[in-house]
Every structure is written in C-alpha cells, then in structure tokens.
C-alpha cells in the first residue's frame, strides 16, 4: 500500500513537471498517433529574430532532443512583399548561436511552391476551391462578423472545368495583382470567421528572394502553413496562441488535400517581457530616428542586441526554461533576465580591476619610479581560473566615490585618517587630499603599510573596506557604456500620443575609464567582471585595439527575487 502511494506521488510530480505540450506529444505517442516526434522553428524573413522567438525556437529544439525526434528550421518565405535575404542569414546565425542545432535540416517554404500549386489544383478538382473575381474590399464586406453571417460570392459555383482554367491562367500571369484571387470552399455561415471560404492564393507581379520571377501567384499563410508542416513530416506544429482560432482551418487543408498521418497544432502563449520594446514597428521608428544605433542595440531585446550586450546562450536558455510553457499570455519581468546572466557569469568569468570614475591615489611612502607585479587570483568562487600578474605603482586610479571627505556613519572606504585595503595588494591610510581652484578633488593621498602586502600571512589588524585600484603608469584608457532600460515602465510605456515613454538615462557613455593590462588583448564579445561595477562585454561594432569599449551588461545586485 505504502509503495503504490510513493509511486503515485512519483507519477504525480512528473506529471506537474511536464508541460501541456510535453503531455499532448507523450499522449500521442502512446496512442500511436505518430510514432516519431518532428518540430520546426518557421520564421518568416521580414526581420531580425527577438527574445520571444528564442522561446519558439528554445521550446521546439527542446522537444524534439528530448522525445529523440528531429528539428527543422525551416522559413516561412512565401510573402515576397517584406522579405529579404539579409533577413534569413541573420536569422541562421542566431537559431546556431542560440545551440538549436538542426543540422542540415534547412528548408524554405518557397522550395514547396509547386507542391502547393497542386494541393490547389486539387482541391478545385474536388470542388473544394474556387477562383473569385471580387476585390478584396468586396470579399471583407461579404466575410460578415461575430454576429452576421457571411454571404457567399457570386462566383462560388463555377465548374471544375471553368476553376481550373482560370486558375491556370492566374498562374502564366493573364491577370493582374487582385484581379482574382483562389478561395477555399468551406463555410460562409461558419462562426469561425477563418472558416467563411478564406482566399487561399492570390496574385502578386513580384520577384522573391528565391524563386525569382518564376511565380505571379503565391499563397496564403494559412494555406501554406499546413502544407509545409506536413511535406515535412511534422508531428507537432507549435505555434503561438494569435492562431487558435485558426486551427480547424488548419486541420482542413491537412484533410482535404489528404496528407498521410497530417500533423497536429499545439498553441502556446507568446513571450513579452517588462521595460522593453519588442514590436517590430516600434523598434524600426528607434531606428529610423537614431535613438538606438540599429537592430542590435545593446538596449533592444533582439537576439543579435542579446549576443552585443554581452549576454550568453547559456543564460538565454536558463531564462526561457524558468518562464516555463503557458497557455495564457503574461509579462516577464526584465530583471529575471538580468538574474540569468549574472548566474551564468559568476563563475565562468575573470573578475578584473577597471576604474569607471577615476581619481588619483597617490601612495606618498612608496618609491618614486617602482612598480611591482601582484598575483591576484581571476575568480575568488572558481580557483580553476587561475591567476593574473597586474601592476602596481605609486600613482593608482581610484573610484572617485570610494573617497570622502567628510563621510557619513557607516561609510568604510576612504576618507581622511582612514585605513582601507587595496584588493590583492596593501593597505593604505588617508592623509589628505589635493584640489583645484573651484574645490574639486585632484588626487587623494595616502601611505602604505608594506607589512600588509596580500597574501603574506600578515594578521596585524582589520579594516572594514575594501576598494578596487588600477596602477596608472600601466593603465588603459578605454569606454564603457552603461544601460538602463529603454522606456519607463513605471511611468507607462507610452505617452498620450502614443509614442514610446523614452527613458532619457538608458545610456551612459564614460568616455575615460582605466583598466589593468589584462584587459588589453580583449577581443569583440569576450566578457568580464568588473569588480564591483557588473559584467562588461566588449562590444562588437565601436571597440577598436586603440579605444576599446565595454558594453555593461548587467550590474551585480538586483532586487530581484526568484519565484518560489
Ligand atoms: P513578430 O511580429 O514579433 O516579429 P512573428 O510571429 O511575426 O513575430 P514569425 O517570424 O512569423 O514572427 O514567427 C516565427 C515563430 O516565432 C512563430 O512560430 C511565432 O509564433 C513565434 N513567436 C513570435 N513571437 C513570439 C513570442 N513573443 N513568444 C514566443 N514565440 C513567438
Ligand atoms: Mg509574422
């Protein structure tokens, strides 16, 4: 009794793990609905690929490793008017950077464009499909709404004979764009609105980026869709929940034009995030107005800012594996993405020494002239970083901030009589400071302790604070930008006008920063700790050997708190 308890617990909390789809795709395969596994990633070439499409693709590839099935990226180009070649290598680079490896299992819809062809010409043959002469304003005025039914064309009742000729001539080009167009014949009075005889190819005079000149009529989404997924051999068409309403339009096409083992679509809800702008539309007007430097923008959430930004692919599938699979849509809050990265990075990154905000230390004891090499391991958390030889000197550079004249309770760095040690070198005492004629501070003083020397075993006394340094005979000045998010969620994300609440501090640029020689030989997209100051990633399109730049990509507190 106890056991077959434990075991129904067991079952239990699997079953709570899985998600819906994990649960359909494992019902039908112990059914014997399909006795393999197949999901695709479709994008269509309009675009570059954003955090939301990590999802997609993410959930797909998931599936289709873990039911040991196969998984196609395959682009949904049979629109000519918006996509662009540019567009598909873009989104190649980012489904192989994002590890979602389908192999040689690249496809183009387009490649299908026969095969559609005759999935049309069949379903006239069965008195399925019909060719229509109305305009497309006329065919919405027909389509009717929620509480009107629709009312059938005029030309709904031509023969085989007559739809079969014309829609050979729609094909060798007799006609122009909107002239005529081919529609299902299912339902005018159907409450699904998808379902009242929808246009399923139309005519357009336009090249495509792979078929060229070859085709005048290309079909519709809806049609096509179906027929792609089943030409190859999908079992779990996932999509987002926008096309529920659209599946038994779906399920038709399978069935009409009598696939073998059709596949089955599976909705899920679309991933939005907070404090970030995700439509299409309005990142090309940031664009098209230089307030973001293009698509990959450090403060965009497209995967190609993601990959600029200094984020990993790691992290990416760390935070698309915590927002989980939902049915219902929801926002997710940025700062989870943020908690991602830093849990990626705590371990697998050097914690260097860069000043952000400097000012001059000056060690008045130690030798005009010397300098040192320290040993300071890389990471405190992961020995197996090893360690680095920095620099050390008698003029340092400092965070301005970690000085203070007159300092509140409480505040352990430096301030005149106080002892704070240098991380992986000495300590050092205040003992005044320099200004300049309106009363900014210039240099700070200080001496040393050389008893204190890291690592010598020295045990003498304490001191609260600890301050990060970079010797400034060997320092390199370098950029560094610091982000907060693009709009101002707090406030709304749109203004009365409806354009977006810009948040006017979401860049930084500091344009004279100091780092230890270490960071010298950095190349695009190598990322490092700074101590004290976050994660930076060296950016891929301003930083040069001369000028590097470091992109922040995240600081190291939040307040985020995981879900429970
Ligand atoms: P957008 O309008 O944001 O560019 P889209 O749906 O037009 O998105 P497609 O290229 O048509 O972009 O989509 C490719 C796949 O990505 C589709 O299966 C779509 O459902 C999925 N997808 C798009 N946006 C999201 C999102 N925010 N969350 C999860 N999946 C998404
Ligand atoms: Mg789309």
Known sequence: MEEKNLTAEIEEKEAVSKNFIEIEIEKDLAEGVYDHVQTRFPPEPNGYLHIGHAKSILLNYGLACKYHGKFNLRFDDTNPTKEKTEFVESIIADVKWLGADFEDRLFFASDYFEQMYECAVKLIKKGKAFVCDLSAEEIKAYRGDFTTPGKESPYR?????????????????????????????????????????????????????????????????????????????ITHS??????????????????????????????????????VVTGKRYIKKLVEDGIVDGWDDPRLVSIAALRRRGYTP?????????????????????????????????????????????????????????????????????????????????????????????????????????????FGAYFVTCTGVDKDEEGKITAIHCTYDPETKSGSGFTGRKVKGTIHWVAAAAAKEVECRLY??????????????????????SLTVLPQCYVEPALFEAKPYDSFQFMRNGYFCVDCKDSTPEKPVFNRIVSLKSSFKLPK
Request: glycine share 4%.
């Open 157 to 233: 009742n031509r023969s085989v004979e007559e739809n079969l000729k014309l829609f050979t001539e729609m094909r060798e080009g007799k006609y122009q764009d909107g002239e005529k167009v081919l529609r299902a014949k299912i339902d005018m009075a159907s409450p699904n609105i998808n379902m009242r005889d929808p246009v399923i190819y139309r005519v357009a005079h336009m090249s495509h980026h792979n078929t060229g000149d070859k085709w005048c009529i290309y079909p519709m989404y809806d049609f096509a869709h179906p027929i792609e997924d089943a030409i190859e051999h």
């Open 238 to 275: 996932i999509c987002t929940l926008e096309f529920e309403d659209h599946r038994p339009l779906y399920d038709w096409v399978v069935r009409e034009c009598e696939f073998e083992n059709p596949p089955r679509q599976i909705e899920f809800a679309k991933l939005y995030l907070t404090n």
């Open 314 to 422: 790691e992290s990416i599938r760390m935070f698309v594996d915590m927002v989980g699979v939902a049915k219902a849509n929801s926002s997710v809050d940025y700062a989870m993405l943020e908690y991602c990265i830093r849990e990626d990075l705590k371990l697998k990154r050097s914690r260097m020494m860069a000043v952000l905000d400097p000012v001059k230390l000056i060690i008045d004891n130690y030798p005009e002239g010397q300098m040192e090499e320290l040993e300071i391991p890389n990471n405190l958390e992961n020995e197996s970083l090893g360690s680095r030889m920095v620099p050390f000197g008698r003029e340092l550079y400092i965070e301005r901030e970690d000085f203070m004249e007159n300092p509140p309770k409480k505040y352990f760095r430096l301030f005149p009589g106080n002892e704070v040690r240098l």
């Open 484 to 505: 907060e998010n693009i709009v101002d969620e707090e406030k709304g994300k749109l203004n009365e006008d409806g354009s977006l609440n810009l948040n006017p501090n």
